[in-house]
């Protein structure tokens, strides 16, 4: 661990729309001592997404912005950035988060967005990608952590881990098995970035050392 000594935490908003074991990941991380950070807002589309149960269980606020409340698009993501920002969050997290971001949302937190995927992009983005590998044929898998712009799942690259696909694989194992990669990378990633130590040359994401 890094010498910690003078360094504030780095705020964290969440945006999620299921389940939240990626959120779960972060905020384990974070009272393990492994992240200096905090996530001070969760925000959900989906009013039932177990992720704002999770937020309340540590005592985080957890926000629902369902899209319907809001007359377009563009009004629920001013929704979304008065919520950040109203929290001063400093990095916006993407735990599935099943909605893509506009290019007003992305201009204000620039390069201060990240999200998570199931595949080593570019393979296989968009939805049900442990799916789309395993019928495709591949035998390596894995999860990419990457900066959000304005494509589906293209920005620069930050982190991936690469998973075996077994013949006996079913979606369900090869999800089980990308998901533990993914618990471990994006924790990893946000670190790099609270650390100040990700800089971007082109598409190219370079880690500086230690
Ligand atoms: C993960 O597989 C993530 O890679 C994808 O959506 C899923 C979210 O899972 N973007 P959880 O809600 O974090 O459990």
Redesign the pocket.
Known sequence: MREERGRKPVRLGVL?S??????QAIIDAIEAGRLLAQVVVVISDKPRAQ?LERAKRHGIPAVSLPVDHFSNRADHEAALVRSLQGHNVELVLL??YMRLLGRGFLHIFQQRVM????SLLPAFPGLEAQRQALEYGAKVAG?TVHFVDEGMDQGPIILQAAVPVLDSDTVGSLSERI?AE?HRIYPEAIRLWTEGRLRLEGRRVRSLPD
């Open positions: 999620a299921g389940r939240g074991s990626n959120l992720a735990a599935g999200n998570i995927h199931p999860c998901l993914e």
